[in-house]
């Protein structure tokens, strides 16, 4: 590896941020076993704090679940406000040592610190520097990860969690990467992982020892992907301003639903909070509107057409086909979705060409 143009990049993980921001706020749920989500016996955790989690309470798990492994968890309505404004604060922080930002979510993000001058330029203290800013001024804790590259920054800040930081330099690459299990590596779902093992794959070694070729018979357009990061390869740079490429709202009902009717009443509740979230996207070119059913099987399906501005009446256009797919299952979620156009090459080079001239 060329250390003359290795990278130095950190990732930044808050910890069990919108309970933490809850327990931080009202002393009462501090030392309890606690869950953001919502109140409803359908409604699913955002997350939870770490009390909760020696439980086996985990964020996505389903209300229900989270009580019968913990009877005493307390699951408190999220404030969506106050996330995004600590956020806010938080990537403040980011920018006084570097602008090259991405960010995950409102609770994490990549800083790529490579050419900083900060901290002598060391990404360690960095890192530091950036947890103590985060405590001194909101009370909340962080951890890191720091390495040369955004794959292993991302599981290095998961080491050593809450409130601590891994470095993984370019030397430790090879050795950190080598033992890791491929359920670690995003992408790689537990089916996938199912399948790697049966073929005898369970760590990167195992990956290095194959080859491309075969991996592509077992997990098709992943296999080059996950033969580099086997090798502790990512060459993947900050994407510092992304564009969106969809927008989506949708909701979870309390009761099954069968009827065309009862579908259509929750697209009308629907639909005026997606033009909200839509006027505060600017320049977004809308292609296409689509409309997704969750059935009580928990399998789904989203039916799609071309179309150049968010309609009502589109929507429930679309929705007979969507039913149709129903087969007798009932329907315990809704949600609409728009899809905006994307930049193509061809328009950035011209933007390129113009912009020189």
Known sequence: MNHATTKKIIHIDMDCFYAAVEMRDFPEYRNIPLAVGGDGPRSVLCTCNYQARKFGVRSAMSAIKAKQLCPELTIVRGRMDVYKEVSQHIRAIFSRYTQLIEPLSLDEAFLDVTNSKQCQGSATLIAEQIRADIYKELNLTASAGIAPNKFIAKIASDENKPNGQCVISPEKVPEFV????????????????????????????????????????????????????????????????????????????????????????????????????????????????????????????????????????????????????????????VGLTLGFAQPSIKNKFATQQLSLL
């Open 178 to 333: 080598s033992a890791l299990s491929l359920n670690k590596i995003p992408g790689i779902g537990p089916k996938t992982f199912q399948k790697l093992q049966r073929f005898g794959f369970s760590t990167c070694a195992d990956i290095r020892a194959s080859s491309i070729a075969n991996l592509t018979t077992l997990v098709g357009k992943l296999s080059t992907s996950l033969y580099q990061k086997a090798h502790g390869i990512d060459n993947r740079p900050l994407e510092v301003s992304r564009v969106r490429k969809s927008l989506a709202i949708e909701t979870t009902l309390a009761v099954d639903v069968f009827s065309e009717r009862d579908c259509i009443i929750v697209i009308e509740q629907l639909y005026p909070q997606l033009l909200q979230r839509l006027e505060k996207l600017q320049n977004s070119e809308i292609t296409r509107q689509g409309i997704k059913l969750k059935f009580n099987d928990f399998n789904q399906t989203t039916v799609e057409q071309q179309s150049l501005n968010a309609n009502e009446e589109t929507f429930r256009g679309l929705l007979p086909k969507a039913l149709e797919r129903a087969r007798g299952r009932g329907i315990r979620l």
